[in-house]
Nanobody, 123 residues
Framework: QVRLVESGGGVVQPGGSLRLSCTAS????????MGWFRQAPGKEREFVAA????????NYADSVKGRFTISRDNVENTVYLQMNSLKSEDTAVYYC????????????????WGQGTQVTVSS
């Protein structure tokens, strides 16, 4: 299948910014959508953002609209999550996901998942 590796997590102060990256390797030919989920301590994994292969369609959770931006580079097989105006509530492990349909990704049913990268927002 497709191997996904996230990077870019770390510790940032409230109001700061981070950019997460997820690079796909293996069987990456054809069209596929990618997205991001996160899981905070004591909470279930939740949808953050998704993007179609063409980049025409993007989806965002209401909690991150206006603050986070998802983008991708199909030549490098990489999806990015630019996170601005970070809040303590954004603290979580962020996971990358990929599948053939953006709706499948959005619903949390993607066939490929990364190992996660920790994002901590704290003063």
């Amino acid at each position: 299948q497709v191997r996904l590796v996230e990077s870019g997590g770390g510790v940032v102060q409230p109001g700061g910014s981070l950019r997460l990256s997820c690079t796909a390797s293996g069987r990456t030919s054809g069209y596929y959508a990618m997205g991001w989920f996160r899981q905070a301590p004591g909470k279930e994994r939740e949808f953050v953002a998704a993007i179609s292969w063409s980049t025409i369609t993007t989806n965002y959770a209401d909690s991150v609209k206006g603050r986070f931006t998802i983008s991708r580079d199909n030549v490098e097989n990489t999806v990015y999550l630019q996170m601005n105006s970070l809040k303590s509530e954004d603290t979580a492990v962020y996971y990358c996901a990929a599948d053939s349909k953006i709706e499948t990704v959005r619903r949390g049913l993607a066939g490929s998942w990364g190992q996660g990268t920790q994002v901590t927002v704290s003063s």
